[in-house]
């Protein structure tokens, strides 16, 4: 029963994504199927639709489609389309996913949150990133107030093997109320820790250390920068 009905929802979205398509008159071949995504809400469902602009030899261009449908009567409540807005090349763009929780921007206003991973296949000089883009829903136009800052990384330099330098970068976010504001500043902490790894592969923290900087909100753009 759990199976069937996991393949019946599933099946329900499939045909919203094709209704989302036809309102948008995009083809479902020009679609970048390996990232797709969608998340259910309770009243609405939020659909990510990257589109093909360009694609090579090893790289695509990307157009972003970023859609808010009504569950109960499927209409459009927002969106988001920019043409050339994602690359995926030597440094892969792996997955887009939206995470179930709002970032909560201040008491009346909340933001949708998309994560960008990136990765490269490279065992010399690894490299993996998290990203993260805010969307908030305004007059049935969904506006990117934050647009791909870092959320996480990681480099470092091996030996193909095990031993190894690696440096990795976890933040995280403080909302620093201000009433007065319709968009806070937004504090970040940025947890920097230096490993190595041994001829044994045995990893030992070198050091950590923390550091602060602050998203502010510019109101000519309309989005948060430093």
Known sequence: LTSYLTSFAQNEKNDLLNEVLNKLEIDKAECFDQLITHHDFGKETLFVIPTINEEGDGYAILN????????????????????????TDAVRLDKIEIDSSLFRISNSKSAFKLIFSYSNNNKPNPY?????????????????????????????????????????????????????????????????????????????LVQTKITTDTLRFQVKEYKYAM
């Open 64 to 87: 972003s489609n970023i859609i808010l449908i009504n569950n109960q009567n499927h209409e459009i409540i927002g969106k988001f389309q920019k043409n050339n807005d994602l690359y």
């Open 128 to 204: 993996y990133s998290a990203s993260m883009s805010l969307f908030i829903n305004e007059k049935e136009s969904l506006l990117r107030i934050l647009k791909e800052y870092d959320i996480e990384t990681m480099n470092g330099e091996t030996d193909t093997n095990c031993q190894g330098e690696f440096e990795k970068h976890t933040k995280q976010f403080q909302i620093i109320e201000n009433s007065n504001r319709q968009f806070p500043e937004i504090r970040v902490l940025d947890s920097i820790r230096n490993f190595r790894i041994s001829q044994n592969c045995k990893m030992e």
